[in-house]
């Protein structure tokens, strides 16, 4: 959903991993907030949702490379920016069991 595709056209493993891992894959480092992890651990732990800005590498942007007189194309990995947020699904005793994770681009 996020076209978080690898450049040889190939699909990104992303199932069974870690979320927080995929969401850093796929960032600069600047991009992902170095708290982004304890602040939505802390969140859910409290049982309130969360909003989270992200900038993740999911464009594509075609350049132009050297000067070629075939033209040649270089295709790159842009950032974009998406708004995460996380949605606490709490059980019978009221503790936060499934967190549902939804974003958005911006």
Not at 38 to 55: D, F, P, Q
Not at 65 to 86: A, L, N, P
Request: aromatic share 6%.
């Amino acid at each position: 959903m996020l076209c978080l595709n690898l450049p040889n056209g190939g699909v990104a493993p992303i199932s069974d991993k870690n979320v927080f891992k995929v969401l850093s894959e796929y960032s600069l480092p600047s991009s992902v907030q170095k708290n982004l992890r304890a602040t939505v651990r802390e969140s859910i732990r409290r049982g309130a949702a969360v909003g989270v800005e992200l900038g993740l590498m999911t464009g594509i942007e075609t350049k132009r490379s050297g000067f070629s007189i075939m033209g040649d194309r270089k295709v790159i990995r842009t950032e974009e920016k998406y708004v995460s947020h996380w949605t606490p699904l709490k059980d019978e005793e009221g503790r936060s069991s499934w967190v549902v994770l939804t974003t958005a681009s911006k």
